[in-house]
């Protein structure tokens, strides 16, 4: 009877312990991705219907279109002018593509107007059949 209790706590207590060991594991950078911040004029008019529609509250969104994917991140209406976005990061992994962008506020003495804006940028890249993912 005490052998089967030793082996059921030994089994118990190696799952637990296998199952500790397990990572998660980040996917590998394999490159930097070159881009392309787009114009609104420039983008494709469905897109620009999206954007236009999205753009008071913050948004991510990817558009597949003639062989180029549009990377898009809004961050919504801002009491403000003055807000830029700054690309952090866009690189591809073997199984994403990751984008990491920033909102920069108005720079200290800069001037702004008290109108409401709604910042987002649009980045435009050749196509690659990965999920996109928003850091």
Do not use: H
């Amino acid at each position: 009877m005490q052998d089967m209790r030793k082996w059921c706590c030994l089994l118990i207590l190696t799952f637990l312990l296998s199952g500790c060991g397990m990572q998660t594991q980040e996917s590998e950078r394999l490159k930097d991705l070159d881009f392309t911040v787009m114009d609104l004029e420039k983008v494709p008019e469905e897109l620009r219907d999206v954007l236009e529609e999205k753009k008071s509250m913050p948004f991510k969104v990817t558009y597949e279109d003639d062989g180029y994917l549009y990377i898009c991140v809004g961050y919504g209406e801002q009491d403000t002018s003055g807000y830029s976005i700054a690309v952090e990061d866009l690189y591809l992994t073997d199984n994403a593509i990751c984008v990491d962008t920033e909102l920069l506020g108005p720079g200290k003495g800069e001037t702004t107007t008290a109108a409401v804006t709604c910042p987002y940028i649009v980045l435009k890249l050749e196509y690659l059949d990965k999920s996109v993912v928003f850091e």
